[in-house]
């Protein structure tokens, strides 16, 4: 560091901070800000603290079904992304020809964003979209099924299932990978000597050592999955309601920002309590599996 820079920013021990300075200037203008502005139209009315917009939330028609549908999401979502993205990871851990390949294929919902997701899906689903268009050629279907609407609540739903499960494995494959590639091999040659090969490896072996990137991306997925709203309203519109949905139409349709701050803060407390649970149990797990 030349005397002119080490002037400007001080010592070498204050380094640090300055580097941290950009990033925690962008978290308190763009997270906390909004977070405590978000927190004070919840609790705050004209007259001051109130518990009155909660109420006005909860005695809302469609508040229970989008807790419903929220939670059965989550339930739905998380566990098939992670036995899905551990598939794939264990996959693209072998050094095989094509490997390279399969990466790029389960890597591209990557690049697309959630509403883009819900327009693809909504394409196949749709009156005229491609399942109809494929099943009428066939011979199939005699008219064109309306597989999105409030007479097929449960395929409407299922829809949202395969759209985010496609769009956002990825995600939960990237983590896995990352953790796989910090096994130490001495590990898998020990058990393969002692004869632990195939599922008993990975049960026995790869799973256990997997643990803290497992609980990490079990941790993320959640958060996001009881987020989930652009593939919902992409697909099902309000015919699922989530709670992130109900705080997007509060705020620009119902024009009632308290409600909708309301929903937000609801769902912030729903994500700190499901990381707590499983930090509480999960991390209680893997820190006497390592000890």
Avoid: C
Wanted: hydrophobic share 55%; no cysteine; charged share 10%.
């Amino acid at each position: 560091m030349n005397q002119r820079l080490r002037n400007l920013l001080g010592t070498d021990s204050l380094l640090p901070y300055w580097l941290l300075l950009p990033s925690l200037v962008f978290v308190g203008v763009f997270f906390l800000m909004p977070l405590f502005q978000a927190i004070g139209l919840a609790f705050r009315g004209d007259a001051g603290f109130t518990l009155a917009y909660f109420k006005k939330m909860v005695s809302d028609v469609r508040f229970f079904d989008a807790l419903k549908y929220t939670f059965l999401l989550a339930i739905t979502i998380v566990p098939l992304q992670l036995v899905t993205a551990l598939a794939m990871a264990l996959l693209l851990n072998k050094s095989f020809r094509g490997s390279r390949f399969f990466l790029y294929l389960f890597a591209l919902p990557l690049g697309i964003s959630d509403l883009a997701a819900g327009l693809i899906w909504l394409s196949i689903f749709t009156h005229r979209g491609f399942l109809n268009s494929i099943l009428y050629t066939l011979g199939i279907l005699e008219k064109p099924i309306h597989y999105l609407s409030y007479q097929n609540v449960g395929f409407t739903f299922l829809a949202v299932v395969a759209a985010e499960h496609w769009r956002a494995t990825a995600i939960v494959m990237v983590i896995l990978v990352a953790g796989l590639q910090m096994i130490s091999k001495d590990y898998l040659e020990a058990a393969e000597v002692l004869g632990a090969r195939g599922w008993k490896k990975t049960w026995y072996v790869i799973l256990p050592l997997l643990k803290p990137s497992l609980q990490s991306a079990l941790i993320i997925r959640t958060i996001f999955a009881l987020q989930t709203f652009a593939v919902v309203l992409a697909l099902a519109g309000q015919i699922t309601p989530v709670l992130a949905g109900e705080a997007y139409f509060w705020q620009f349709l119902y024009r009632d920002s308290h409600v909708a701050s309301a929903y937000a803060v609801l769902l912030m407390v729903i994500s700190i309590t499901m990381t707590w649970v499983y930090l509480r149990y999960l991390g209680a797990k893997t820190g006497g599996m390592r000890g």
